[in-house]
């Protein structure tokens, strides 16, 4: 079963900005301790943009701070990603992943979505 969707993605030029958001489903954003988000370009390793423990702390890659911001909304069981000031190398698919039950800061995930491509192009 899907437990998270990712959304958000499309066509930016740069200088611009997107938010993502990854939306989960059943009892895992309560069950949530660490969520992550990803990002993987053609040719490209897949690289840490940043995470979000379900006590508030943040931390980000060295490519993306200052300028990504990560959020939680437990209202909406959603977690998301404000990216602004877009480049072109910021032109990637982006996946959420889900850490549950485990409260350690250890990024092992347990669930991914299947993510959603942002291009960054004029």
């Known amino acids: 079963q899907v437990q998270l969707v990712e959304t958000g993605g499309g066509l930016v030029q740069p200088g611009g900005s997107l938010r993502l958001s990854c939306i989960t489903f059943g009892s895992v954003f309560s069950r949530s301790t660490m969520v992550g988000w990803y990002r993987q370009a053609p040719g490209k390793e897949r690289e840490f943009v940043a995470r979000?423990?379900?006590?508030?702390?943040?931390k980000y890659g060295d490519s993306v701070k200052g300028r990504f911001l990560i959020s939680r909304d437990s209202a909406n069981s959603a977690v998301y990603l404000q990216m602004n000031s877009l480049e072109p190398e910021d032109t990637a698919v982006y996946y959420c992943?889900?850490?549950?039950?485990?409260?350690?800061?250890?990024?092992?995930?347990?669930?991914w979505g299947q993510g959603t491509q942002v291009t960054v192009s004029s």
């Open positions: 979000i423990t379900s006590g508030g702390s943040t």
């Open positions: 992943a889900i850490k549950v039950d485990k409260f350690d800061l250890v990024e092992e995930y347990d669930f």
